[in-house]
């Protein structure tokens, strides 16, 4: 919606991955939502926001919330 799209497109940052994948088919899986949809004034403001949503996405992994019940081992 803050891109003035009409249908529904989810962005997902791939954090840690390298290579190519625009048109690639990948699957994804909604493990926690970070915040509300903002409409960004400026690209600095949506940059920085990216880096939070980094860190916040990083913070939540590292405690390993979601990999403990989906790990092999378990």
């Keep these: 919606p803050t891109t003035g799209l009409t249908e529904r ?12 994948f625009y048109g690639q088919m990948i699957s994804i899986s ?3 939502r ?3 949809q903002i409409k960004f004034a400026n690209l600095d ?3 920085a926001q990216i880096k939070k949503d980094i860190q ?12 403990q019940k989906n790990s092999p081992t378990n």
């Design 9 to 20: 497109v989810i962005e997902a940052n791939l954090i840690g991955a390298s290579g190519y």
């Design 56 to 67: 916040q996405t990083k913070e939540f992994f590292k405690h390993d919330r979601c990999n």
């Design 30 to 32: 909604f493990m926690h």
């Design 45 to 47: 403001e949506l940059k």
């Design 34 to 36: 970070l915040r509300e």
